[in-house]
């Protein structure tokens, strides 16, 4: 069964930073993309942060909105992607997912996602 | 960028009733390989997105066939024959064909009337 397990979640103030942490089984890592999507509570979807596997050397690419603050990477020995985030202001709350997906469709499967709220 | 924009916002079906939701990008997503990459998610009250159709048409596994994708270049359709009460929730479509960024449309709430 594939599964993406999110982590690192929680409260912060604006300024501050947090690591998330997305931890995968079921599946062969290596062959797919991972791409961080967001979600305020309520409201629709949002595009993050890609970071791509081997066959696709490694690209990484950022929305406009959090380009220079937040930094996606992968260790593919632990099966796991990161999304550091630095800088965080009120309007980076939301549900973080981590997602996976063929280099082409970019996204199919879905993690449970971790709430990152950023207020002071 | 492109944009997706999604109608309606809200729709109230019967039960057995069908249901069409659409899908306009503010241009082609058509790729050079002549796909377009045109998903649509489901996502339920409290849970997180599940994709339905991917390349604009194509079914998931396990994905119920009264769930139907359609269309190219810019419009696209998402069908559903007959709504049942696990198909609520909210719809969106994902084009990742010209990114970054991938965008998503507004979302289309479905609720049963």
């Known amino acids: 069964e594939v599964q993406l397990v999110e982590s690192g979640g929680g409260l912060v103030e604006p300024g501050q930073s947090l690591t998330l942490s997305c931890t995968t089984s079921g599946f062969t890592f290596g062959d797919y993309v991972v791409n961080w999507i967001r979600q305020v509570p309520g409201k629709g979807l949002q595009w993050v942060a890609f970071?791509?596997?081997?066959?696709?050397?490694?690209?990484?690419a950022y929305d406009a909105s959090v380009k220079g603050r937040f930094i996606v990477s992968r260790d593919e020995s632990k099966s796991s992607a990161y999304l550091q985030m630095t800088s965080l202001t009120t309007d980076d709350t939301g549900v973080y997912y981590c997602t996976r997906g063929d280099s082409s469709n970019k996204v199919d499967s879905w993690g449970q996602g971790t709430l990152v709220t950023v207020s002071s | 960028d492109v944009v997706m924009t999604q109608s309606p916002l809200a729709l109230s079906v019967t039960l057995g009733q069908p249901a069409s939701i659409s899908c306009r990008s503010s241009q082609s997503v058509v790729w050079s390989d002549g796909t377009s990459y045109l998903s649509w998610f489901h996502q339920r009250p409290g849970q997180s997105p599940r994709r339905l159709i991917y390349?604009?048409?194509k079914r998931d596994s396990g994905v119920p066939d009264r769930f139907s994708g359609s269309g190219s270049d810019t419009d696209f359709t998402l069908k559903i024959s007959r709504v049942e009460a696990e198909d609520v929730g909210v719809y969106y479509c994902?084009?990742?064909?010209?990114?970054?960024?991938?965008?998503f449309g507004q979302g289309t709430r479905l609720e049963i009337k």
């Open positions: 390349q604009a048409s």
């Open positions: 970071a791509a596997h081997k066959p696709s050397h490694g690209t990484i």
């Open positions: 994902m084009q990742g064909s010209y990114w970054p960024p991938i965008t």
